[in-house]
């Protein structure tokens, strides 16, 4: 079945603890982006990369990272620098960076500070 | 700076009536729309998109209209469905070396029975 898959779907987080959301595409689209959501706002980005090995900082970065390893899988790893980090996470991909080119989100991760 | 407005903040209405989205973009220079549908607790899907020359586009029930002299979108939805109970993102592409998008905060659309 074709698509993106994030995972987990429901995340909770200590103080203090560093997490990674995965994020895993068979759609062989070349860009990745990761997304915040929080309620009543728009999406944010938080990182994209548009090749392996490459990626760049969105809007919002700080306290988070990523890695592009692997054309298929785009981690974010929200670190205990990020002072607040309970929110709706999107990863998304599109097949190149061209305009024209749809995005296409997964199903999303929620984390919890507890 | 660039940014999209959308309104209402929230819609309520009764199944099987008609409402309009409204978006309102200062981007520049302008690549292209879209609006996406996004379930709560779900990634938002696409539903439609529309370039500089493009004025109405439907997509089932869904109908998209673009003036690009005044910068204005809406999004029109017929004999609405309680399936239609969703947020409505209005996204503007702006022709840059990373062809920036940039998201308004949606309309939270809520159909009653």
């Known amino acids: 079945d074709g698509g993106i898959t994030q995972s987990p779907k429901y995340l909770f987080r200590k103080e203090g603890q560093n997490v990674t959301l995965s994020c895993e595409q068979n759609l062989n689209h070349d860009a990745m982006y990761w997304y915040r959501q929080d309620p009543g706002q728009g999406l944010r980005l938080i990182y994209y990369?548009?090749?392996?090995?490459?990626?760049q900082k969105g809007d919002i970065a700080e306290g988070y990272s990523v890695s592009r390893e692997k054309k298929e899988s785009f981690p974010l790893t929200v670190t205990s620098a990020q002072k607040n980090p309970t929110a709706f996470y999107l990863c998304a991909t599109r097949r190149s960076r061209g305009s024209g080119n749809t995005i296409y989100f997964g199903e999303g991760s929620w984390l919890t500070v507890v | 700076k660039n940014q999209v407005e959308q309104s209402p903040q929230s819609l309520i209405i009764l199944e099987g009536k008609n409402c309009t989205l409204q978006c309102n973009y200062t981007v520049s220079p302008f690549s292209n729309l879209r609006w996406y549908k996004q379930d709560t607790g779900r990634g938002p899907v696409s539903l439609t998109i529309?370039?500089?020359s493009e004025n109405t586009k439907s997509n089932g029930r869904y109908t998209a209209t673009l003036d690009a002299d005044t910068k204005q979108s809406s999004l029109h939805i017929t004999a609405s469905q309680l399936s239609d109970s969703a947020s409505y993102i209005c996204v503007v592409s702006a022709v840059d070396s990373n062809y920036q998008l940039i998201w308004g905060a949606g309309t939270k659309l809520i159909i009653k029975p």
């Open positions: 990369s548009q090749i392996v090995n490459d990626f």
């Open positions: 529309m370039t500089f």
